[in-house]
């Protein structure tokens, strides 16, 4: 079965100091990877997908990125995170029916 | 406008009680309806996927899409207190990016 592993559980940065988020897939090969982030009040926000190696997208310009260096790997960076980064980061990957989360890393930059 | 529309609650109900969430949406392209349960500090979990227009019941759980009203539902029966949760609609034109609403926070109460 396929699993996707996500981490760390939460994170606590200070503002301008990067950041290193990873994501893997088990049980599946050459999947569409996404990074969605959840604030309060705002849904779930597309951040980039990706539907193989070193393929990104971006859907919204901001403060970070994304690269996937391997198959099931799926990384999101920020070089120097500002106070708006702050929210609950999920990756996902889009299987027959839908879309599998992981557990999801909530970011607070202080 | 937003593309989908989702109100935030919360809502309260007695445990055994129906509970009706629903979901307006602007896009008539969109042909792929979810709903996703989210527990508190957890990522989203795939709950009910619909392809269309139409209705589909799983135990407890009804989804219905009306695209001619650009209008999902999703209905809770003999709702229990393991039902309290936020429930987010998505829908997408293709099985890629999904656009979620906002979420619907549910607390059913003993």
């Known amino acids: 079965s396929q699993t996707i592993h996500q981490w760390p559980a939460t994170l606590v940065q200070p503002v301008g100091s990067p950041l290193s988020l990873e994501c893997t897939v088990e049980?599946?090969?050459?999947?569409?990877l996404y990074w969605y982030r959840q604030a309060a009040g705002r849904g779930l926000q597309l951040l980039f997908y990706s539907v193989g190696i070193g393929q990104i997208s971006s859907e919204v310009p901001q403060n970070l990125s994304a690269s996937r260096p391997q198959d099931r790997q799926f990384i999101l960076s920020s070089k120097k995170l500002l106070l708006s980064d702050s929210g609950f980061y999920l990756c996902?990957?889009?299987?027959?029916?839908?879309?599998?989360f992981g557990s999801g890393t909530r970011l607070t930059v202080v | 406008q937003k593309e989908v529309e989702q109100d935030p609650g919360p809502l309260s109900v007695p445990e055994g009680a129906i509970v009706s969430l629903n979901c307006t949406y602007s896009n008539s392209a969109f042909q792929y309806f979810m709903w996703y349960r989210q527990y508190s500090r957890k990522g989203p979990e795939l709950l009910m996927y619909t392809y269309s227009s139409g209705n589909k019941e799983d135990g407890r759980f009804t989804a219905q899409v009306d695209k001619s009203s650009k209008y999902i539902s999703l209905f809770i029966r003999d709702s229990q207190p393991s039902d309290s949760a936020t429930y987010l609609c998505a829908m997408s034109e293709d099985t890629d990016k999904l656009i979620f609403g906002t979420g619907t926070r549910l607390q059913v109460f003993p």
């Open positions: 049980g599946t090969s050459n999947p569409n």
């Open positions: 996902a990957w889009r299987g027959v029916y839908g879309y599998t």
